[in-house]
């Protein structure tokens, strides 16, 4: 067992390094910062200082060693733009974001699983054939459509919810609905197959043949097993919405979060920020796939166990 | 007496096809009842429809009547689902043929056995606890406080079986369906859930309705029989009767085709040179992929040799090694350490490409005949693709080989032009027997070839791998951890018990007189379709002299037997 967390341990920091890498050359790759930072006008004497200032005269081999001790000693750097460090520029953006995930995550499991379930139960009845439709028309619509429709719709015409800002409740409804149209409508789908495949095995006869009621061998015996499954697509939607769905939601409601700090930094090429904030969202999706993989030890006994 | 279940006209439909028609027999309280058949029959559709879960599996009962109950009865054809949920479970329960997949695998087993309590007890959890640790001792499962948090995993596959039985008898129902409990366990492990179920019933008096497909099993638990085929009643006895005097054809047929130990091995080959030479073989796999560390021996220090055309029989228990030994003579799995010479080979020198070669000297034909032909392939190229991959037959010829290959193996030459789901699975047996036979091999290792089909199937094709085997001089490696359809097919038996063969010898000696501790084990759990008449009063359960001959000419009838 503790070769096997060793091993996990392991895999999880060469990913790390992995992702640090990448966003070092990524940021390498997109052109001289000093020019969006510094702006026209800046004599040859100048920038040339401002370039050795920041090391970028030096060779990308040893800027990334530079990189990464200073990484590893804690030093990320201060923003180009904010001129504060890039620790606190990321830090004060996080809880927004989180709140923006957790609302959508909690919206998605609330309305998926459910309809999932009745979607499977009622797999030859119109009610499944309706919810099938609803999932398969929101599954289509990209997150930034969905977005923008909303806006028009109950910002523009109606007037009755705010589009920018995370100031009160009423603003969390459209920027939860757009992360989590997408999710809701591919878990909607998940849940129903894995109910299928559950609904046909030996152990729902088992738990029929005990003469427990319908809701009891459907929800005791039935979610509980598919939630297996289920639970390790959540954990990877999750994890994709948590970097992808962010940065379009965040950025299309001007949400103050780290979604919307990355798009910003990639456009004034705030290398610092954007690195760190590349790892900080990274760094998430490894925390979400941890807590993913302990959580389905805790549902399924037989991976806890160590037995496949 | 009044009967306890009454099934009158039972009819029982799938769609328009009717799985069960105009069924009647009764079950007297505290009597056994067996329900035999072979697949198809709807012996399992009639225990379903007892339990009214049909609807559940996509059918309905069409016609009939099942009053169930002493004092007051019901019609359980007719009673409404809240009726039935306080029969499920507390008067009548049910005990099924998997037990791996019929637990819940997230659900610790006490609570499995539990929620039955909670639920027509009305117990707290906890009350319900302690009565499920007192079933699991009821049905001897060692260690029960501990066994209770465990899941259904962590359990052997007979202790799984009893926690399924605790669970049926925890409300000491009045009746109990057992379908097939046993068909999935191994043989020591099967005798003793049999005495199990026998003595629980004696103890809380209740009805048990056994369905099988086992006459062996027959013979050790039921009081009376009732014989189903296609749906329809065919004959009911008391089993004493039954098994000295079947009234019909096709119960003399079923009974004939059952393999009986004792019944004798076939004669053996002139001696010659071994085709096959196995010494000191050993294979092991990691224990764990996660730990890796230890490992366990999955065929240890193993030596066996065959002749040509000799059959060698390998019996043991589920995970003894047996199909680990298989894969280690192939090279499917790379054995550790020993020595195999095959056809004159050293075969485990051989390099990757002199071993792809070399492969058509020997093939294999699997359990599951439905998993081993590939569905999207004709049988024209499924059965002689291992002579297209060795270059034996152009692809032009290819069509021509097919055909002889199917009419060897007794089917029709147009089948060649078809694909696997349109046979059944005697006849998909048969067609992978064909796809062995494409490239002449010397050796032909059936791995528990015929475990899967019905019983005068199952006859039928072990009988054509006897009459290929004198025609073409094949030797045969024959798997089974059935003894008496390996005795019906060795010249020569190895009995394997933990990765290690424990004894081996002629067929004859070995099972007539086993000298290994485990083989008599082993010997003394197969249950025994008894001897005609007066024989039957004394059930001689270790008397390995008492050989059983049933009436009737069985070549002949195996015949007549459906094709």
């Known amino acids: 067992m503790l070769s096997y967390i060793a091993r996990a341990a392991a895999r999880i920091l060469l990913t790390f390094l992995v992702v640090i890498t990448l966003a070092f050359a990524a940021t390498r790759l997109s052109g001289n910062p000093i020019d969006y930072i510094a702006g026209q006008g800046l004599t040859q004497e100048d920038r040339a200082l401002l370039i050795r200032y920041y090391g970028l005269d030096r060779s990308v081999a040893e800027q990334y060693l530079a990189f990464l001790k200073s990484f590893f000693d804690g030093e990320f750097g201060l923003s180009y733009v904010e001129r504060r460090p890039v620790s606190v520029v990321v830090a004060e953006r996080i809880w927004p974001s989180l709140q923006l995930l957790l609302s959508s995550v909690a919206l998605t499991l609330a309305l998926s699983i459910p309809l999932g379930v009745l979607a499977a139960i009622w797999r030859n009845s119109w009610v499944g054939s309706a919810i099938m439709s609803f999932a398969f028309l929101f599954y289509a619509v990209p997150n930034f459509v969905l977005a923008t429709f909303m806006i028009l719709v109950f910002a523009y015409w109606l007037n009755w919810l ?23 409508a591919g878990l909607t789908r998940f849940t129903r197959n894995a109910m299928l495949d559950v609904l046909g095995q030996d152990f729902m006869r088992t738990a029929r043949a005990k003469g427990l009621t319908e809701t009891e061998v459907i929800f005791r015996h ?87 | 007496m009044s009967a306890l279940l009454s099934v009158r006209d039972l009819s029982i439909a799938f769609g328009s096809h009717r799985a069960v028609e ?175 179920i026998r003595s629980l019933q004696k103890e809380i008096g209740m009805a048990v ?70 010494k000191s073989l050993s294979t092991s796999f990691a224990a764990s992929a996660l730990r890796g560390s230890s490992r366990t021996m999955a065929v240890n220090n193993v030596s066996i040799t065959l002749g040509k055309g000799e059959t060698l029989g390998l019996v043991g228990e589920s995970g003894c090694g047996k199909s680990s030994l298989a894969r280690s003579i192939l090279r499917l799995v790379e054995p550790e350490t020993g020595e195999i010479h095959l056809a004159g080979r050293d075969w485990l020198r051989l390099s990757s490409d002199e071993l792809r070669a070399a492969r058509r000297d020997a093939q294999m034909v699997f359990q ?55 046979f059944s699975g005697g006849q998909r047996q048969r067609l992978a027997i064909a796809r062995a036979l494409s490239v002449q091999p010397k050796l032909i290792i059936a791995d528990e070839a015929v475990s899967a ?11 054509l791998m006897l009459e290929l085997q004198r025609s073409e001089g094949v030797s045969l490696l024959f798997i089974s951890h059935d003894i008496a359809v390996v005795e019906r097919v060795s010249h020569r038996v190895a009995v394997m018990y933990r990765g290690e063969i424990v004894e081996t010898g002629r067929t004859d000696d070995v099972l007539g007189a086993p000298r290994h501790e485990y083989t008599r084990r082993l010997l003394s759990a197969v249950p025994r379709p008894p001897l005609p008449a007066p024989a039957f009063q004394s059930r001689r359960r270790n008397d390995m002299n008492a050989r059983s001959v049933l009436p009737g000419d069985r070549i002949h009838a195996l015949e007549t037997l459906n094709g």
């Open chain 2, 209 to 278: 309705l056994f369905i099988t497909h086992d006459m062996g099993v027959v013979a050790e638990i039921a009081e009376r029989v009732v014989v189903m085929r296609k749906g329809a009643h065919i004959e009911a006895a008391d089993v004493a009767t039954f098994f000295s005097n079947p009234r019909t054809s096709y119960s003399r047929q079923l009974l004939a085709a059952t393999p009986k130990l004792g019944s004798g091995a076939p004669e053996a080959p002139a001696l010659s040179a071994p085709v096959l030479e196995v």
């Open chain 2, 22 to 196: 105009g069924l009647s027999f009764d079950v007297a309280p505290g009597e056994t009842v067996a329900i035999v058949g072979e697949s198809g029959s709807g012996k399992s559709a009639t225990s379903l429809a007892i339990m009214r879960l049909i609807e559940r599996e996509g059918g309905s009962i069409v016609n009939g009547s099942m009053q169930f109950g002493e004092a007051e009865r019901i019609d359980l054809a007719t009673a409404d689902e809240a009726t039935m949920r306080r029969v499920r479970g507390n008067r009548i329960a049910m005990v099924f043929q998997e037990p791996i997949t019929s637990l819940n695998p997230v659900m610790r087993v006490g609570d499995q056995v539990a929620e039955v309590l909670i639920r027509h007890r009305g117990l707290s959890r906890k009350d319900a606890l302690a009565e499920a640790e007192r079933a699991f001792e009821h049905v001897h499962i060692p260690d029960p406080k501990k066994r209770l948090h465990q899941f259904p995993h962590e359990l052997s596959g007979g202790l799984r079986q009893r926690v399924m039985i605790a669970m049926a008898l925890a409300c000491r129902p009045r009746l109990l369906i057992a379908d097939e409990p046993t068909t999935a366990l191994d043989v020591t492990t099967q005798s003793e859930i049999l005495t199990l």
């Open chain 2, 368 to 422: 599951d005949p439905y998993a081993s032909l590939n569905p999207r392939m004709a049988i024209r190229d499924a059965i002689t693709e291992p002579a297209q991959i060795h270059k034996l037959v152009s692809a032009r010829d290819a069509r021509d080989l097919a055909v002889r290959l199917v009419e060897r193996v007794g089917l029709d030459a147009d089948s060649v032009d078809r694909f696997p789901h349109q």
């Open chain 2, 453 to 463: 089909l019905d019983v005068s199937i199952a006859r039928q094709v072990t009988d």
């Open chain 1, 162 to 184: 705010p589009v920018v800002g995370n100031g009160s409740w009423a603003h969390f409804i459209m920027p939860t609905i757009a992360m989590s149209g997408i999710l809701i």
């Open chain 1, 222 to 308: 039935g979610l509980r097993n598919a939630s297996i499954t289920i639970l390790s697509v959540i954990g990877l939607q999750v994890a994709g919405l948590a970097a992808a769905g962010s940065v379009v939601v965040e950025s299309i409601f001007s949400w103050p979060g780290i979604g919307e700090l990355l798009v910003r930094s990639a456009i004034l090429r705030d290398y610092p920020v954007l690195q760190f904030g590349v790892i900080a969202v990274s760094a998430a999706v490894l925390l979400i796939n941890v807590l993913v993989d302990i959580a389905y030890g805790f549902a399924d006994p037989r991976i806890r166990f160590g037995k496949a």
